[in-house]
């Protein structure tokens, strides 16, 4: 199990499975709106509009929707996609 202690430090070995907001990643919200992780603490990711900077969401790191409809999309990076 990953702790909230490796979303703080990813230098270490195992990363979080892909369906987990992450730092650094940019998401597609079920709206069509792009969001970057620029912060992870406590098993929260703070989610920063790429359009406008100024709107901030928190969500669960485990928060994307993958079982259901509205699910949050991750654009980037691309190379991991």
Avoid: Y
């Amino acid at each position: 199990m990953l702790t909230p202690d490796w979303l703080m430090n990813p230098t270490t070995e195992t990363p979080p499975p892909a369906d987990r907001f992450r730092l650094g990643d940019v998401w597609r919200s079920p709206r069509l709106k792009e969001w970057k992780v620029d912060k992870i603490e406590s098993g929260l990711a703070r989610l920063r509009s790429v359009a406008n900077p100024k709107n901030t969401q928190w969500r669960g790191v485990r928060d994307t929707g993958q079982n259901i409809t509205n699910a949050w999309w991750r654009v980037s990076p691309t190379d991991e996609l």
